[in-house]
């Protein structure tokens, strides 16, 4: 299973709303990270969990927030947001965020947020 | 700071071969690789090869790295319209996160 799930698919929210993305991994992977994809772009890091401890928090805005629950789980907790955070969010996860033998990072495929 | 460079587009017909260049400025990167994203999908990791090698071979991948000229090459044998997706490459110098380019639209005509 070289699996990574994020939920919901599609998201339209408004800019009061509040509303959360998942992602879920069961591959015993240790680093999680979240990534902002604007159209025709290279994915941007937001956060990395390492050991489900925040290792790299990019200068996010504080209206992002990620939570790491467990080893296979990973939020991003959305509120107050604007249009211009409209875009794809990518959930992905390695065997760590260490250098080693295994570093593929295998990415979801996304939530497609819209933000009204 | 690491920089990534592809060219934007590649437009091939079906069966041909397609060769995706990338080039990269930090001398310390370890590893790199080749991602693939379909339209609204996520990225699909490709093939990846460790600094110290020449070449990896993969079905009908074959990369090329040069590390004296920091240049990486995807080639896609026998090239199908189910290619047709932008091409990340992108590199990781040890314990640092991935770098990407701003990836390469493939596009395959019947």
């Known amino acids: 299973d070289t699996e990574v799930t994020q939920t919901p698919k599609h998201l339209v929210m408004g800019m009061t709303n509040k509303k959360s993305l998942k992602c879920e991994q069961h591959?015993?992977?240790?680093?999680m990270y979240w990534y902002k994809q604007k159209a025709k772009k290279p994915p941007e890091l937001m956060f990395v969990?390492?050991?489900?401890?925040?290792?790299i928090n990019e200068s996010v805005p504080s209206r992002f927030s990620p939570e790491c629950p467990n080893s296979s789980l990973l939020n991003l907790h959305l509120h107050a947001l604007q249009p211009e955070d409209s875009a794809l969010y990518l959930c992905?996860?390695?065997?760590?965020?260490?250098?080693?033998?295994?570093?593929?990072?295998?990415f979801g495929q996304g939530t497609r947020l819209t933000v009204v | 700071g690491e920089d990534v460079e592809q060219s934007l587009f590649l437009s091939v017909r079906e069966g041909d071969s397609s060769v995706i260049n990338c080039t990269y400025t930090?001398?310390?990167?370890?590893?790199l690789y080749w991602y693939k994203q379909e339209p609204g999908a996520g990225l699909q990791l490709l093939t990846y090869?460790?600094?110290?090698?020449d070449m990896k071979q993969d079905q009908r991948l074959t990369v090329l790295l040069n590390k004296k000229d920091k240049h990486l090459s995807l080639r896609i044998a026998d090239t199908q319209t189910g290619d047709s997706a932008i091409y990340f490459c992108?590199?990781?110098?040890?314990?640092?996160?991935?770098?990407f380019g701003k990836g390469t639209m493939l596009l395959v005509s019947p």
């Open positions: 992905a996860s390695s065997q760590d965020s260490v250098g080693g033998v295994d570093t593929e990072a295998f």
């Open positions: 591959m015993g992977h240790r680093a």
């Open positions: 969990y390492s050991y489900e401890k925040l290792s």
């Open positions: 930090d001398s310390s990167s370890t590893y």
């Open positions: 090869i460790f600094s110290n090698m």
């Open positions: 992108a590199e990781r110098e040890g314990y640092s996160t991935l770098t």
